[in-house]
């Protein structure tokens, strides 16, 4: 299984950017799909993730109404759209993958079955 991440960048404060993750290597039906983040220095915290069958979607409070998430099963991605990018914004964005199975609720690490390698979003003041 391979999880390519892709689309992060330096960008200003108050720009957007859209991050995209491929899935390869099964099939990903009853997979949720969705982003974490880890700054500098802090530990992973969620961001995004939209459940199989793209019904429903959680966010991470502090990208509320910022970030959207959506998924394309037919090209087994997921694109993360985030808008109004804050300094905060700044680090690593991994996508992930949890089996339906596992939860139904807001993902947590503990649940997650594949992780992609991560790409860096840096926001510029």
């Known amino acids: 299984v391979q999880l390519q991440a892709s689309g992060g960048g330096l960008v200003p404060v108050g720009s957007s950017l859209r991050l995209s993750c491929a899935a390869s290597g099964r099939t990903f039906s009853n997979y949720d799909m969705g982003w974490f983040r880890q700054a500098p220095g802090k530990d992973r915290e969620f961001v995004g993730a939209?459940?199989?069958?793209?019904?429903?979607?959680w966010y991470g409070d502090s990208v509320k109404g910022r970030f959207t998430i959506a998924r394309d099963d037919a090209k087994n991605t997921v694109i993360l759209q985030t808008n109004n990018v804050k300094d905060e914004d700044t680090a690593v964005y991994y996508c992930a993958l949890r089996h339906v199975t596992r939860g139904s609720q807001l993902p947590v690490e503990e649940q997650i079955d594949y992780w992609g390698q991560g790409t860096l979003v840096t926001v510029s003041a």
């Open positions: 939209v459940r199989w069958g793209g019904g429903t979607t």
